[in-house]
C-alpha cells in the first residue's frame, strides 16, 4: 500500500515535472513574452484540472478495493465467531475429554473433563506430556506410546487407540483417544488435539458378554435360540446354535441356522411330545421333552430338551432358548433296567410257582403218609418190634411234615399280598397264644411280666403276630437257664402309629459277636438242642418285614436276650 | 349219611384214605371215583343221559376235588360244570381237597359259588364230623 502511495506519487511528481517542462519549452519557442501571462495561467488551469481528474480516478479506485477488503473480514471474523461458539458448545456438551497439545513446547492442557470424568484437580493435572503417559495402564503404555509416535511422525494416517487410564483414585477406566494433527508449513506436527471418551461401561459390559458367551460356546449341553414365533404353527426356526449342538447334531452350523428344531426330527420322533412343545409354544409357556432326534449321518439319538421363552424389556416375547441334553446312553440304561426288571419279575414268579409246585408233590404224598398212620391207630398191633417200627416211622413223618409246613409258611411269607391287616385285641392275642403252649407254661412256670400300657388294639396281620409272639415265647423257654427261674418281660408301647414291642428274657443268651449276621438267617442254629430246627427267627425276621416292620436283637452270654420289634400300627 | 359222593383225585392211597375214612365216620352209603376231571364229567353226561330215560338214578351229594391232576384238573372241571350242560347238577356242592399251600387258590376257589369248603391234605375223620355239620 505505502509503496503505491509512493509509485502514485512519484508518477505524480514526474508527469508534472514533464508537463512543466514540456511546457516551458514550448513558451520559449513559440511564444512571444506578450502573451507569456495569458498562456502561464491558462497552462495551469489545464494542469489543475489534469491532475485534479487523475486524483479523483485513483481515489475513487482506492476506496472501492478498501471497502471490498473490510467486507471480507468482517465476513472472516463472524465465521471465527461462529465457530469458536460452536466449539464451546460442543466442548461443553461431548462428555470427551478434549486435550490440546503442543508439541514443540510439550505442554498439554485439559478441558473440564479431567476433572468431572477421572477425577483430577486443576492443580493435580500436569501440563506436559509426561504425566499423560504416567497415567496410562503400564501393560498398555508401551504399545500406545509406539502408536501414537508413529503418528507424529506421520507413518500413519489416522490414529485412534484404546487404553486403560488411571484416575485420580486410583482406579483404571478404558479410554478410547482420538486425535488429530496441526502441521507448519513445512509438514511438521506441531499440535495435536484429542478427545478421549471413557468407554469403561462398554468395555465392562463387553467383558461381561465375553463371559456369559463362553457359557454358550463351552457348555457340553447343547443350547440353540429360537426365533419368537413362526407363521406356519411350526417350531420357530433355530437363530443361534452353540458349537456343542453341532457337535451333538453332526450339522454344521449355517446347516442348522434358519431351520425349524423339526427338521432334526423324523420317523421315530413322539409327534405327541412334538405336539406338546407346540402347544406349550403357542400358550408362551416352557416345556420339556425327550424325543428321538437324527444326526446329519440320519443316526437316531436321544435328547431331552426345554423351551424356555425370552422376553425382551418390552415384555414382547422375542425368542426362545432351547437347552437340550444327549440323553441317549440315559435311556439305553433305563431300557436295559427295565428289561432287567422284567425278567427279575418273571424269574421271581417263575421260582415262586416253582415253590409251590414243589411244596405241593411233596405234601401230597407226605399227606398220604399222615393220614395212613391215622387209620393205623385204630388198629391194634401185637408184634412189638412192628409196634417201635411204626412208631418210629410215626415220629419221622410228623417232623417231616413239619418241616415242609414251616417251608411252605416261608413261601407264603414272602409272597407279600397274603399279608391282610385287621384290628386285633392285645389281650386277646396274648391269651390265645397262652393257650397254645398252656402245656409248657405249665412244666416251665415262667413268670411273664405283660405289660401295654394303654395300647389296647393293634392294627396288624393277626396270624403273623401271634406267630412272631409265639415263636419268641418257645425260644425263650426253650433257651431258658437251668441255674434260676425264667423270667419274660414284654413291653408294648406306641409313639406315632409305631408300635414298639420289647421282649426280654434271662435265658441263656447268644453269642452275638460271632453270630452277628447269622441270627435271623435260614437254617441257623446257634444250640444243640434236637428240637431246633433253625427257623424260628427267620419266621419271625420274615413275617415282621412282610409287615413292614423290623426285628433287632440285644443278648449277652448267660445273662438272657432282649428283642425289640416296631409295627407299624396302620390305620 | 349221604347217599352218595363223588371222589375226584389221581392219587389212589388218596382215594383210599378217603374211602376208608368216609367208611369209618359213615359219611355216605356210596362212593364213586373218577381219576381227574374228565373222568368226572363223563359221570355226569352218563348220569344226563340215563335221566333222560326216565330211570331214576341218584346224584352225588357231594364232590371231594383235587386241584392237581392229569389231563384235566380241578379248575378246568370246575369251569366246565358251571355250564349250561351240567345244570341239572349245580346244586351239588363241592368240597376241595388239596395240598396246595398257593395262597391264589384259595382266593380263586371263591370265585365258584358250589366250593363250600377248601381242605388241606390229608382228610381226616374230624375233618368229616366237621363237614356232616355244615351241609
Redesign the interface.
Known amino acids: 500500500m505505502k509503496n503505491k502511495t509512493s509509485q502514485i506519487i512519484i508518477i505524480y511528481i514526474l508527469t508534472s515535472l514533464f508537463i512543466a517542462i514540456i511546457s516551458f519549452k514550448l513558451l520559449k519557442n513559440f511564444t512571444s513574452y506578450i502573451d507569456c501571462y495569458f498562456f502561464s495561467f491558462i497552462k495551469d488551469l489545464l494542469f489543475i484540472i489534469l491532475t485534479g481528474l487523475i486524483f479523483r480516478f485513483i481515489l475513487s479506485k482506492n476506496d472501492k478495493r478498501n471497502s471490498l477488503f473490510f467486507e471480507d473480514l468482517k465476513k472472516i471474523n463472524e465465521k471465527i465467531k461462529e465457530s469458536n461458539e460452536k466449539y464451546d458448545i460442543v466442548a461443553k456438551a461431548t462428555s470427551d475429554t478434549i486435550w490440546d497439545w503442543k508439541i514443540p513446547e510439550d505442554h498439554i492442557t485439559w478441558n473440564k473433563g479431567i476433572k468431572s470424568i477421572y477425577g483430577y484437580n486443576q492443580n493435580q493435572v500436569g501440563n506436559n506430556s509426561k504425566w499423560w503417559f504416567n497415567n496410562l495402564h503400564p501393560e498398555d503404555s508401551i504399545k500406545m506410546s509406539i502408536k501414537l509416535y508413529s503418528f507424529i511422525e506421520q507413518k500413519t494416517e489416522k490414529w485412534q487407540d484404546e487404553y486403560r487410564f488411571k484416575c485420580a483414585d486410583n482406579t483404571y477406566k478404558y479410554v478410547l483417544d482420538r486425535g488429530f494433527l496441526l502441521k507448519d508449513k513445512d509438514g511438521k506436527a506441531i499440535r495435536m488435539i484429542g478427545a478421549i471418551q471413557d468407554i469403561t461401561k462398554q468395555k465392562e459390559e463387553e467383558n461381561r458378554l465375553k463371559l456369559l458367551e463362553t457359557v454358550f460356546t463351552e457348555t457340553k449341553d447343547s443350547i440353540i435360540i429360537t426365533e419368537a414365533g413362526s407363521n406356519e404353527n411350526q417350531i420357530p426356526k433355530i437363530v443361534f446354535a452353540n458349537p456343542a449342538y453341532t457337535i451333538m447334531s453332526g450339522y454344521d452350523h449355517a446347516e442348522i441356522i434358519g431351520k425349524s428344531p423339526v427338521a432334526f426330527m423324523g420317523k421315530n420322533s413322539d409327534t405327541q411330545q412334538i405336539e406338546k412343545l407346540l402347544s406349550a409354544i403357542n400358550n408362551k409357556t416352557e416345556c420339556s421333552i425327550e424325543i428321538i432326534c437324527y444326526k446329519k449321518d440320519h443316526s437316531e439319538y436321544w435328547v431331552r430338551l426345554s423351551f424356555i421363552p425370552v422376553y425382551n424389556l418390552e415384555q414382547e416375547l422375542s425368542h426362545w432358548i432351547s437347552i437340550q441334553r444327549d440323553i441317549s446312553e440315559e435311556k439305553k440304561l433305563e431300557k436295559e433296567k427295565e428289561q432287567l426288571i422284567r425278567e427279575l419279575t418273571q424269574n421271581n414268579k417263575d421260582l415262586k410257582q416253582f415253590s ?1 409246585i414243589t ?2 408233590n411233596l ?6 403218609l ?3 398212620l ?2 393205623i391207630e ?1 388198629i391194634s398191633i401185637d408184634d412189638d418190634e412192628l409196634k417201635e417200627i411204626l412208631t418210629g416211622f410215626k415220629i419221622s413223618t410228623h417232623l417231616l411234615n413239619e418241616t415242609i409246613d414251616d417251608l ?1 409258611k416261608v ?2 411269607i414272602k ?1 407279600s ?2 399279608v391282610h391287616n385287621e384290628e386285633i385285641f392285645i389281650s386277646t392275642v396274648f391269651k390265645n397264644i397262652f393257650n397254645q403252649i398252656s402245656f409248657q407254661l405249665e412244666t416251665f412256670k415262667p413268670e411273664i411280666n405283660l405289660n401295654f400300657g394303654n395300647v389296647v388294639k393293634i392294627n396288624t396281620n393277626k396270624i403273623y403276630f401271634e406267630s412272631i409272639i409265639l415263636n419268641l415265647l418257645t425260644n425263650a423257654i426253650k433257651y431258658r437257664s437251668e441255674d434260676r427261674k425264667l423270667h419274660i418281660d414284654i413291653f408294648i408301647v406306641e409313639t406315632y402309629n409305631t408300635i414298639l414291642l420289647t421282649f426280654k428274657d434271662n435265658g441263656i443268651g447268644i453269642d452275638l459277636d460271632r453270630n452277628k449276621d447269622k441270627i435271623f438267617g435260614l437254617y441257623q442254629r446257634f444250640h444243640n438242642y434236637t428240637d431246633s430246627k433253625g427257623l424260628g427267627l427267620y419266621l419271625v425276621k420274615s413275617q415282621i418285614e412282610a409287615m413292614g416292620g423290623s426285628i433287632s436283637i440285644e443278648s449277652e452270654i448267660n445273662k438272657g436276650t432282649t428283642f425289640t420289634l416296631t409295627f407299624k400300627n396302620q390305620l | 349219611m349221604l347217599d352218595l359222593i363223588l371222589c375226584i383225585d389221581d392219587d389212589p392211597i388218596a382215594l383210599m384214605l378217603i374211602k376208608k375214612n368216609i367208611r369209618k365216620v359213615n359219611f355216605s352209603k356210596e362212593i364213586v371215583t373218577a381219576q381227574n376231571g374228565e373222568e368226572a364229567l363223563d359221570f355226569f353226561k352218563s348220569l344226563n343221559s340215563t335221566q333222560s330215560n326216565s330211570t331214576i338214578n341218584i346224584q352225588p351229594q357231594l364232590i371231594f376235588l383235587d386241584l392237581n391232576m392229569p389231563v384235566m384238573g380241578g379248575w378246568e372241571f370246575l369251569d366246565y360244570f358251571n355250564n349250561d350242560e351240567y345244570s341239572n347238577f349245580n346244586n351239588i356242592k363241592v368240597i376241595v381237597l388239596s395240598s396246595t399251600i398257593d395262597p391264589d387258590d384259595i382266593e380263586k376257589s371263591k370265585a365258584y359259588p358250589m366250593v363250600i369248603d377248601f381242605l388241606p391234605k390229608p382228610i381226616t375223620t374230624e375233618m368229616l364230623f366237621y363237614l356232616k355239620t355244615k351241609i
Do not use: E, F, K, M
Open positions: 409251590y411244596s405241593h405234601r401230597a404224598p407226605l399227606s398220604n399222615t393220614g395212613l391215622n387209620l385204630d411252605a413261601i407264603t409272597d399280598h397274603s
